[in-house]
């Protein structure tokens, strides 16, 4: 993992993607948020949509990705950046590897899911052709707030 410390820019991005990890929770879904940048132009954005679309694949991450291949016409996207309030999961991890993003910053680890180690890990192979800087970014204490008190009210709700 690089150690590039977070510019202002990250940190504006990243609390849009707060804003969109709120949105999810305020629709009962994992709070997770992810922007798509390319030269400072947000081409992506997704919130998780899990439950609503009733799809294991409906990541914020994912999303993100998904949107931006769509709207810049291509299948890789080797000078984006990706932000996300939480470390990516290996699903999330190989559609990032697949697109070929250049740089992702997180807010939150991801103890129990997350794959930045494996992805910084796999990136380093001198088989691969591509390089992605993964930095751990700004927003971690209250990406990890929001998702600390999403859970409680779960647990407390009996759901």
Same mark, same amino acid.
């Given at each position: 993992?690089?150690?590039? *410390? *977070?510019?202002? +820019?990250? !940190?504006?991005? @990243?609390?849009? #993607? $707060? !804003?969109?990890?709120?949105?999810?929770?305020?629709?009962?879904?994992?709070?997770?948020?992810?922007?798509?940048? @390319?030269?400072?132009?947000?081409?992506?954005?997704?919130?998780?949509?899990?439950?609503?679309?009733?799809?294991?694949? /409906?990541?914020?991450?994912? +999303?993100?990705?998904?949107?931006?291949?769509?709207?810049? =016409?291509?299948?890789?996207?080797?000078?984006?950046?990706?932000?996300?309030?939480?470390? *990516?999961?290996? $699903?999330?991890?190989?559609? @990032?590897?697949?697109?070929?993003?250049?740089?992702?910053?997180? =807010?939150?680890?991801? *103890?129990?899911?997350?794959?930045?180690?494996?992805?910084?890990?796999?990136?380093?192979? /001198?088989?691969?052709?591509?390089? #992605?800087?993964?930095? !751990?970014?700004? =927003? /971690?204490?209250?990406?990890?707030? $929001? $998702?600390? !008190?999403?859970?409680? /009210?779960?647990? =407390?709700?009996?759901?």
């Amino acid at each position: 993992m690089a150690d590039s *410390p *977070p510019t202002s +820019e990250d !940190e504006l991005l @990243i609390a849009r #993607c $707060l !804003e969109l990890a709120r949105e999810a929770a305020a629709h009962d879904e994992v709070p997770v948020g992810a922007l798509v940048v @390319i030269d400072g132009v947000v081409v992506g954005e997704g919130r998780n949509r899990v439950e609503q679309l009733r799809s294991p694949l /409906a990541h914020a991450e994912m +999303e993100a990705l998904q949107q931006a291949l769509q709207r810049v =016409g291509e299948k890789r996207l080797p000078t984006a950046m990706l932000y996300c309030t939480l470390e *990516p999961c290996f $699903l999330c991890a190989g559609a @990032i590897l697949h697109t070929r993003v250049r740089r992702v910053v997180f =807010g939150a680890r991801d *103890p129990k899911f997350g794959a930045v180690r494996s992805l910084a890990t796999l990136l380093e192979d /001198a088989r691969l052709n591509h390089r #992605c800087e993964v930095v !751990e970014g700004p =927003g /971690a204490t209250d990406s990890a707030a $929001l $998702l600390r !008190e999403f859970f409680r /009210a779960k647990r =407390g709700s009996g759901k």
